[in-house]
């Protein structure tokens, strides 16, 4: 096996000015000019985007899905972060 | 050349095409930005300490689970903004500096102290209330990044205006004494509230140029009358008065009138001598002082998981 194989890369597309940049997926480049290159061709054919950006995979850290239950515990039971917790008179307006 | 990028600038802005980090800008508009928002930023954090004097004190567990809820939100809401600020090319550490230097403002409506369970109420309802007018422009201003944090701060500041309502709500319906204590902090709270939108719009003289740039989409005073017709008619819900005599339905503009404000109290507190200018600076100092070992450690730990790592590796 050859150990010339181009890293892979993940990408994110920006649609239009003011929104975020989104991930779309990933491809293989050899270098961070090729893989925006590269995603121009792949991701932007309609004109998806006005900005990309391109982050090598092994550059993204991601939460373990299995622990997902004790990570987001803590959100659980505070109902209270919600607006519709508080009961107030109709006729309280602009609020 | 610097014309041309200005025109083109200036054409996207009227377009209501949004700024994103690496387009050109006039110099002046990421200074004017990075000012607008590192001040914002310094406003949420310092915003923690007025109401954190009564988390201990809250009356009962719902209300404590409440308020340490909302504190932690103003945390959060100061590190997406101090993000966004960085995107225009300063770093964190020098926001704080400025901050602790004093050489950075934050809001001055945190330079008064909370004296009564009902500050935490009135704090809610107006202060809350106060930056919600202020911030629901926002979410449309030109720079990207500022615009997008706004839209996640004004999503989770509506449970704060509310609950603070909840409060003032729970004790004008209480005792004469919780009544009274209600009354008395809307009114030492509802000046320096109203003051929050900064000074009137001819002494606001870069008012003209934010928007222009859409930085701002309101002028100081649009937003004030906005703020204090809404107050005039949910005071009424809670049976309490606004301590402003001159406070009148006035038929011809389709507005309430409202009496002078005391200018002189605002410059004061803004150049430094409000009630409680000096514990909050040091208290804020003390934090980042104090949490210094914390910082080093967790680079300490960093770098010694860093090396474990690569010896496994090898």
């Known amino acids: ?84 917790f508080y009961h107030l008179p109709d006729e309280l307006k602009h609020m | 050349m610097e014309k041309d990028f200005e025109k083109i600038f200036q054409d996207k802005i009227d377009q209501e095409i949004k700024i994103e980090p690496r387009d050109w ?62 995107t225009l090319g300063i770093s964190r550490d020098e926001m704080y500096e400025q901050l602790h230097s004093g050489k950075a403002k934050y809001s001055s409506i945190f330079n008064y102290p909370t004296l009564t369970w009902a500050d935490i109420g ?3 309802w107006l202060v809350d209330g106060a930056a919600i007018m202020n911030q629901v422009p926002l979410c449309r201003t030109s ?16 449970f704060h205006q509310r609950q603070g309502f909840e409060i003032l709500l729970t004790l004008s319906k209480g005792t004469e004494a919780q009544k009274r204590m209600a009354q008395d902090a809307i009114d030492r709270w509802w000046w320096p509230s109203i003051m929050m939108f900064g000074p009137t719009d001819d002494e606001s003289p870069n008012t003209l140029q934010s928007m222009q740039w859409k930085i701002k989409r309101f002028t100081n005073d649009e937003l004030r009358q906005k703020f204090i017709d809404v107050c005039a008619e949910q005071i009424k819900v809670l049976g309490l008065v606004i ?35 000096k514990q909050r600076l040091e208290t804020r100092k ?24 690569t010896v496994t590796a090898a």
């Open chain 2, 122 to 124: 009135a704090i809610g």
């Open chain 1, 1 to 84: 096996m050859s150990n010339t194989e181009w890293s892979l890369w993940e990408v994110f597309i920006r649609s239009k000015q003011g929104l975020d940049h989104k991930h779309v997926g990933s491809l293989h480049a050899a270098d961070a000019q090729m893989a925006i290159e590269n995603a121009r061709d792949v991701y932007t054919r309609r004109m998806e985007g006005v900005s990309i950006w391109v982050v090598e995979s092994k550059n993204i850290h991601a939460s373990n899905p299995t622990e997902a239950g004790a990570l987001y515990d803590p959100a659980n039971d505070k109902a209270y972060r919600h607006p519709t």
């Open chain 2, 286 to 309: 003390k934090a980042w002082e104090e949490g210094a070992w914390v910082r080093e450690a967790a680079n300490a730990y960093a770098e010694k998981r860093k090396q474990r790592q």
């Open chain 2, 25 to 86: 800008m006039p110099e002046k508009y990421r200074q004017t930005l990075i000012r607008q928002i590192s001040q914002h930023a310094h406003s949420e954090i310092v915003g923690m300490l007025p109401e954190g004097n009564w988390i201990t004190r809250a009356p009962n567990l719902r209300r404590k689970a409440i308020l340490l809820a909302k504190v932690q939100d103003e945390a959060g809401h100061g590190l997406y903004l101090y993000s966004a600020a960085e």
């Open chain 2, 243 to 277: 301590p402003d005599k001159d406070l009148k339905w006035n038929e011809s503009t389709g507005h309430y009138d409202f009496g002078k404000i005391n200018w002189d109290e605002f410059w004061q507190v803004v150049q430094g001598n409000g009630p409680c200018n």
């Open chain 2, 143 to 158: 720079f990207g990044p500022y615009a997008r944090a706004m839209v996640r701060i004004c999503k989770e500041e509506s």
